[in-house]
């Protein structure tokens, strides 16, 4: 267990990831900030008054001032305004590069020394963005989409095969959403390849639905986008770190030549531990595989170079 963990942002993703971190008491004081006034204090003190039911001593603060949140270990940045029906993730860059700028300034004088996770979309260009601002080195940022992609693909196998979720073992690379590469070859039931079980137009069905998994929702819930499944995702990547669990989890990190790529964050495998990124795993890719990875990194590089930091 660590210190202090802040959520920033106490919306949908934020409350719900500040919950889960309490709920697996991963510290002792989570915060949750936000420029809403009363919003994150209503729903930290609503939480902290689950506690007793649901057993946890982990504290819970909500406020609209970062010296509450100074010297916090990790930082999850969900701040922002989430997608409606039709907007793509791009379409909320600009407001949302703003947004994380001016949080990332803020993290870096209150807490200089934290692991910072990026939620907020578009999210391999958010993660750019406070790299930039921070200045952190890349062990300490790093982007959650990956573990939300394949928890996707994989709850849908486990549907498509009747077996359980737990045996699908899968792994996703690229961009957040519309890009990302799903590594079939490398995606298992309890180390069966899929391929065996599954024939080919059923395989691309369910990579086309994990591609449009966000889009599926958003047109569901119309006045907001996916929170459950995404504040999972960021908070094993948390729990990952501050238990020092070495996992190997799909995360957007700044990549320095490895897949031949450098100066942009991109889906990869990493090994998550105390220190944040302890590795980025380079897997053998099919020229399929490679062809689409590189579209992806052209998809991330094109709204990078729109963004002003
Ligand atoms: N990476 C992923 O896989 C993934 C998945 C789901 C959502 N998201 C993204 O996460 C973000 C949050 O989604 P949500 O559903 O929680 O949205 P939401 O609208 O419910 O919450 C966003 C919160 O951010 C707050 N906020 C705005 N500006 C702020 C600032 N400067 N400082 C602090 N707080 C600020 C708002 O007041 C609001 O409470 C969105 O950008 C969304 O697209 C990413």
Not at 68 to 84: F, L, M, N, P, Q
Not at 106 to 128: F, Q, R, T, W
Not at 212 to 240: C, F
Not at 254 to 260: C, R
């Amino acid at each position: 267990m660590v210190n202090k963990i802040t959520v920033v942002g106490a919306g949908n993703v934020g409350a719900t990831t500040a919950q889960r971190i309490a709920e697996k008491q991963l510290a002792r004081h989570v915060v949750m900030v936000d420029v809403a006034e009363g919003i994150p204090q209503g729903k930290a003190l609503d939480q902290y008054e689950s506690a007793p039911i649901e057993g946890f001593d982990t504290s819970v603060i909500g406020t609209n001032d970062y010296a509450e949140t100074s010297g916090s270990d990790v930082v999850v940045i969900t701040a922002g305004i989430a997608r409606k029906p039709g907007m793509s993730r791009d379409d909320l860059l600009a407001t949302n590069a703003g947004i994380v700028r001016q949080v990332s300034e803020a993290i870096k004088s209150s807490s200089p020394e934290a692991i910072v996770i990026v939620v907020s979309n578009p999210l391999d260009v958010m993660c750019y963005v406070a790299k930039r601002v921070t200045g952190f080195p890349r062990e300490r940022v790093l982007g959650m989409a990956g573990v939300l992609d394949a928890a996707r693909f994989r709850s849908f196998l486990a549907e498509a095969l009747d077996v359980s979720v737990r045996d699908i073992q899968a792994m996703v690379l690229g961009g957040h959403g519309d890009t990302m590469v799903p590594l079939i070859t490398y995606t298992t039931v309890s180390g069966v390849p899929v391929t065996q079980l599954l024939d080919r137009a059923r395989l691309d069905a369910i990579v086309t639905r994990t591609r449009n998994g966000g889009a599926e929702i958003v047109k569901y819930l119309k006045t907001g986008s996916a929170y459950y499944a995404p504040a999972s995702a960021a908070v094993q990547m948390v729990e990952a770190i501050v238990r020092d669990e070495k996992r190997v989890l799909p995360c957007a990190a700044w990549l320095e030549g490895e897949y031949g790529m450098s100066g942009l964050f991109l889906g990869v495998p990493c090994k998550l531990g105390r220190r944040g990124l302890e590795r980025i795993i380079e897997v053998e890719l099919t020229p399929a595989e490679r062809a689409d990875l590189a579209r992806s990194a052209d998809a991330v590089r094109e709204p990078m170079a729109a963004v002003k930091v």
